[in-house]
């Protein structure tokens, strides 16, 4: 019972690159969500989906993307990389809206 | 006023104490109630939901929920050291459409052998 996995664990990213932060759950979740997590800051949320197809904002969406295509998976995307985006990303699930959200093991990310 | 407040510790406590975690929250439209462990280098791990007032508990755990006081606790019995980790409170409105947690910053929690 995998859960929620999350691809890759660690990356170091150079200033204006891109990449795709990779989550995928086998629950059968509508629900996903992105956070990320800064020190001593909480989770933020970045970016969330109530289906496929379906995304929208959350606290946090500058300079991040996503979409949404199978129920399984939703990814983030970094266009430019910016040294702000340094971070530990979690992905989420969840069955619906008010239910408890159950996380992956996070990726490390750090941009220099 | 933040939304969600937390001590951050750090609390360190003795092998078999009592661990009291708090957190206070502002907004009345506060409805469901979450406590959620993270270990070291691990995402967070759902512990407690509730989403009435008065107490809940599992096994060692008992989560409080005082809504008029707008304070929600977590009480570790018979602590051990497996129960060293973050400590998260998440909070979430009843709105219909909102999905959002809000999230305290977390309490680090050590319990000494």
């Known amino acids: 019972n995998a859960g929620v996995t999350q691809t890759p664990k660690f990356r170091i990213l150079k200033i204006g690159q891109s990449m795709t932060l990779q989550c995928t759950q086998d629950?059968?979740?509508?629900?996903m969500y992105w956070y990320r997590q800064d020190p001593g800051m909480g989770l933020k949320l970045i970016y969330y989906s109530v289906g496929a197809g379906i995304t929208d904002k959350g606290e946090v969406p500058n300079g991040y993307n996503v979409s949404r295509s199978t129920t399984e998976d939703f990814p983030l995307r970094l266009e430019l990389a910016a040294p702000s985006q340094t971070s530990v990303y979690f992905c989420?699930?969840?069955?619906?809206?008010?239910?408890?959200?159950?996380f992956g093991d996070g990726t490390r990310l750090s941009i220099l | 006023q933040k939304e969600v407040e937390q001590d951050p510790g750090p609390l360190s406590v003795p092998e078999g104490a009592i661990v009291s975690l708090n957190c206070t929250y502002s907004n009345s439209a506060f409805q469901y109630f979450m406590w959620y462990r993270q270990y070291s280098r691990k995402g967070p791990e759902l512990l407690m939901y509730?989403?009435?007032?008065g107490n809940k508990e599992d096994g060692r755990f008992t989560a409080q929920v005082d809504k008029s006081s707008k304070y929600i606790s977590l009480f570790i019995r018979d602590s051990q050291p497996s129960d060293s980790a973050t400590y998260l409170c998440a909070i979430r409105d009843s709105g219909a459409g909102s999905y959002q947690l809000t999230f305290g910053k977390g309490t680090k929690l050590s319990v000494i052998p």
């Open positions: 509730t989403y009435s007032s």
């Open positions: 989420a699930s969840s069955s619906g809206g008010g239910q408890p959200q159950h």
């Open positions: 629950m059968n979740h509508n629900y």
